[in-house]
């Protein structure tokens, strides 16, 4: 294998910021590419075959592009890249990179990272009701929450509602203490952690106060019509198919919704169907109604999240082949008995 020479130059004042500390980004790039990356004030060099050094010089030219935007280079962008060069895809990272949905009360932006997140995005935009369902950490609720403040403070709805069954995640707490908003507040809090850092304590409390958010479990819906709002219902997973059909029926004009639910992660009882699942069915061909699935690809939690996810994946997968190997041994020893 001939080893060719690539050249690629960079701002000088953001090679700290590209290549990460103690070279880590550089050396992961390395590593994946099989090349050797040597830095000279702002001029790279880069050493290995063909497709890996044109790869390697793609990747450090998108990096570039991030960072020339404002963002600080993470572990998770140089590896969602990377995972991009394999597909040809490297250069997507910058289209994504530009759909800003809003700003934190810190400033930072809030934008969709993969394009698994970046097409949710785009079908949140383009339909009244979507489903995203995915892993834990791929945003599935973050990003909804974002969008549901942004139409918020743009006035295209006059209010938003927060909703999750009220359920627990395999334990039984038993009686808790205090009035009914503290008996249900545990359960809500990623929807309040959301709130508190896009729009600020003082921002959502004000809010709170005048009505215009609204954060209660799935049972206080039955009942209501829902006008000019942004409902996200999240942990769906947990609801029963009978919730799901009362939640859904709950939409007046005006409003958009959003539900979120991991399929691998139900709290219901053993045998219990969920509403989810059930939806999925049934609803996967009505107009007007989106389905957004993300993945492990999708992760921007903690790098080792990712991998958490892809092992249980990978583990669950094999006990269902293994299980349908048995049912079908079973199935041919009973015939010929």
């Not at 934008?111 to 949140?124: E, F, M, N, R, V």
């Not at 006059?158 to 908003?181: C, N």
């Not at 609801?239 to 979120?260: C, E, H, N, W």
Request: overall charge positive.
């Amino acid at each position: 294998m001939s080893i060719i020479e690539t050249s690629v130059t960079i701002p000088a004042n953001l090679e700290a910021n590209i290549f990460g500390q103690f070279d880590q980004h550089v050396k992961r790039i390395e590593k994946t590419l099989h090349v050797t990356i040597i830095s000279r004030e702002g001029n790279i060099k880069i050493l290995g075959s063909e497709y890996g050094s044109r790869k390697a010089a793609q990747i450090i030219e998108s990096l570039t592009t991030l960072a020339k935007a404002g963002n600080t280079i993470t572990e998770q962008n140089v590896d969602y890249v990377l995972a991009l060069a394999m597909e040809d895809q490297e250069s997507a990272i910058i289209e994504i990179d530009k759909d800003c949905i809003c700003h934190t009360i810190n400033g930072r932006q809030i934008k969709p990272k993969t394009l698994g997140q970046k097409a949710y995005i785009d079908a949140i935009r383009k339909n009244m009701i979507v489903f995203g369902i995915g892993p834990a950490g791929t945003g599935k609720t973050y990003l909804a929450m974002a969008m549901a403040i942004q139409a918020f403070k743009n006035e295209e709805v006059a209010r938003i509602i927060l909703t999750r069954p009220a359920i627990e995640a395999g334990e039984k707490l038993g009686f808790l203490p205090g009035d009914l908003q503290s008996k249900v507040d545990p359960y809500l809090r990623p929807l309040y952690d959301a709130l508190y850092q896009i729009m600020g304590p003082e921002s959502f409390q004000k809010n709170m106060e005048k009505g215009l958010i609204e954060v209660a479990p799935l049972a206080y819906m039955r009942g209501r019509t829902l006008d000019n709002a942004y409902i996200i219902l999240d942990e769906a997973q947990n609801t029963t198919p009978a919730q799901m059909k009362m939640f859904l029926t709950r939409i007046g004009f005006g409003s958009k919704v959003i539900v979120t639910g991991d399929m691998t992660q139900k709290d219901l009882p053993a045998g219990t169907q969920s509403g989810l699942d059930v939806a999925a069915r049934v609803l996967g061909k009505v107009e007007g109604i989106a389905f957004c699935t993300l993945t492990n690809k999708d992760v921007v939690r903690h790098p080792l999240v990712q991998k958490i996810v892809k092992a249980y994946d990978d583990y669950e997968a094999k006990q269902s082949r293994c299980t349908a190997s048995r049912k079908q041994k079973s199935s041919s020893e009973h015939q010929r008995g």
